[in-house]
């Protein structure tokens, strides 16, 4: 299989990659081929032909370097990105951070996220019950908290791109001040940093119904040449790139022509 990506006669661009799934759900499960084998055989029905792997960093006792590498061997059509996903558990990222540093050189990405705001024990963005966190509060206060979070992330030297990067809207929730306002010291460093953000298709099924992230956040990544990557955060084989026909139209609108691939953490950039 040919893995240079085509061109569509019509507008639309084609999307290929997937950066953002999660075989193991939200559970420990040991990387096998039996695991791991439905996703590829699900990625090329969907036109994918490079895919990462990125299950949250506390179940990193499943990833299995090894099994990714016969996974390859069985696979040749189908780019397989050995990633994982940086978040801000306060309970696990400590040790997230160690096997990352420890594994570098054998993963390809790394995303980096965030989940918990003032409550350790509780992800924000669990439906329903993180709702409950922003009951109260000051809008405005809580997403300048979450992007100061988001900074610390980028600024981590650990990940190559920020994943779900507007993910404190997901209950609906919406700032008084202009949202470019109080992303724009966040991206600014993600651009100095040479970092990617990722197109979300996952907020499509979230309460919120809105890409990651939304419209006024990418205009203004665009406007600092900020790459981007697409993903649909998919924890079943049968989310792998999800409504990504949805996804090409609003890229088509916003006039995206590029998408961005990791190897070793090189990113690659390809024309659509």
């Known amino acids: 299989m040919n893995n240079t990506p085509s061109l569509q006669r019509s507008n639309t661009p084609v999307l290929f990659s997937d950066y953002h799934s999660h075989p193991q759900g939200h559970r420990v499960q040991h990387y096998t081929q039996a695991l791991l084998q439905p996703w590829i055989d699900s990625a090329p029905v969907k036109g994918i032909i490079d895919i990462a792997f990125t299950d949250h960093d ?40 160690k096997w990352i540093e420890q594994n570098w050189e054998r993963l390809d990405f790394v995303l980096g996220s965030v989940h918990y705001l003032s409550r350790a024990d509780q992800m924000f963005d669990s439906v329903p019950e993180g709702a409950q966190q922003f009951t109260g509060r000051d809008i405005d206060e809580l997403y300048s908290d979450y992007f100061r979070r988001v900074r610390e992330m980028a600024a981590s030297g650990l990940v190559d791109c920020l994943a ?78 999800e409504n990504y026909e949805r996804l090409a139209e609003k890229m088509s609108a916003f006039g995206i022509c590029e998408v961005c691939v990791y190897e070793e953490h090189r990113r690659i950039a390809h024309r659509l």
């Open 58 to 97: 506390r179940y990193h006792a499943g990833v299995d370097f090894d099994e990714l590498d016969r996974l390859r061997e069985k696979n040749p059509g189908v780019k397989i990105r050995a990633g994982i996903e940086l978040d801000n558990d306060p309970e696990t990222s400590g040790a997230g951070r």
């Open 164 to 241: 779900h990067l507007d993910l404190v809207k997901i209950h609906g929730h919406r700032p008084r001040a202009p949202v470019t306002e109080l992303v724009d010291e966040t991206l600014e460093l993600i651009r100095t940093r040479k970092l990617a953000i990722e197109l979300s298709t996952a907020g499509w099924r979230k309460p919120v119904n809105e890409l990651y992230p939304s419209d006024e956040i990418i205009t203004l990544a665009i406007e600092k040449k900020i790459p981007f990557t697409i993903a649909s955060d998919a924890h079943s084989w049968a989310q792998l790139g």
